[in-house]
T-cell receptor, first 112, second 118 residues
Framework: KNQVEQSPQSLIILEGKNCTLQ??????????LRWYKQDTGRGPVSLTI?????NTKSNGRYTATLDADTKQSSLHITASQLSDSASYIC???????????FGTGTKLQVIP | DAGVIQSPRHEVTEMGQEVTLRCKPI?????LFWYRQTMMRGLELLIY????????DSGMPEDRFSAKMPNASFSTLKIQPSEPRDSAVYFC????????????????FGQGTRLTVV
């Protein structure tokens, strides 16, 4: 069964600190993995997409990594800002047309 | 482009009533998705349209749920009769899927409709 597990479930950090969110998946055959950011009361917005051959991809202060062998991905946020407070959702797609599988998200709160 | 537009933003209804949620996808997109999000289950795909045709509706929970896409610029999700357990945020998303690709292209989400059934 395709599954995506994220950890931690929630996280509180001080403004300016770094943090890393984890995503483990069992989706097969793997096609790509996306990280979405969802602000409270809004729809998810894509941060990065990673395919099988990519190990690292950055989008500003966000850096995603992918280890296709261990089926793990991480999202690293550098120098956190209050606006980073949101839920971060890992979404994994299988090759060909199949349903995408969503993680339940990590709720990040950045405090001053 | 204004993005994916959903209406209403909030809906409160009594159990047993019919509820209709509306979605206008991004112009030029040919794929449309309806999702439901709850605290317990996260985001769940309900139904997926490609070129106005329903491709996968296996996520639709019951016969009480139905979705239509009469044209490329409009879709509805209807719940009849509604029940308290249908309370959730319903998202519509759209994407452009080139011919031959699966549903792996980036989906752009609307702001959602928060449904409360009392």
């Amino acid at each position: 069964k395709n599954q995506v597990e994220q950890s931690p479930q929630s996280l509180i950090i001080l403004e300016g600190k770094n943090c890393t969110l984890q995503c483990n998946y069992t989706v097969s055959p793997f096609s790509n993995l996306r990280w979405y950011k969802q602000d409270t009361g809004r729809g998810p917005v894509s941060l990065t997409i990673m395919t099988f051959s990519e190990n690292t991809k950055s989008n500003g202060r966000y850096t995603a990594t992918l280890d296709a062998d261990t089926k793990q991905s991480s999202l690293h946020i550098t120098a956190s800002q209050l606006s980073d407070s949101a839920s971060y959702i890992c979404v994994v797609s299988a090759r060909g047309y199949q349903k995408v599988t969503f993680g339940t998200g990590t709720k990040l709160q950045v405090i001053p | 482009d204004a993005g994916v537009i959903q209406s209403p933003r909030h809906e409160v209804t009594e159990m047993g009533q019919e509820v209709t949620l509306r979605c206008k996808p991004i112009s030029g997109h040919n794929s449309l998705f309806w999702y439901r999000q709850t605290m317990m289950r996260g985001l769940e795909l309900l139904i997926y349209f490609n070129n106005n045709v329903p491709i996968d509706d296996s996520g639709m929970p019951e016969d009480r749920f139905s979705a239509k896409m009469p044209n490329a610029s409009f879709s509805t999700l209807k719940i009849q009769p509604s029940e308290p357990r249908d309370s959730a945020v319903y998202f519509c998303a759209s994407s452009y899927r080139p011919s031959g690709q699966g549903m792996n292209t980036e989906a752009f989400f609307g702001q959602g409709t928060r449904l409360t059934v009392v």
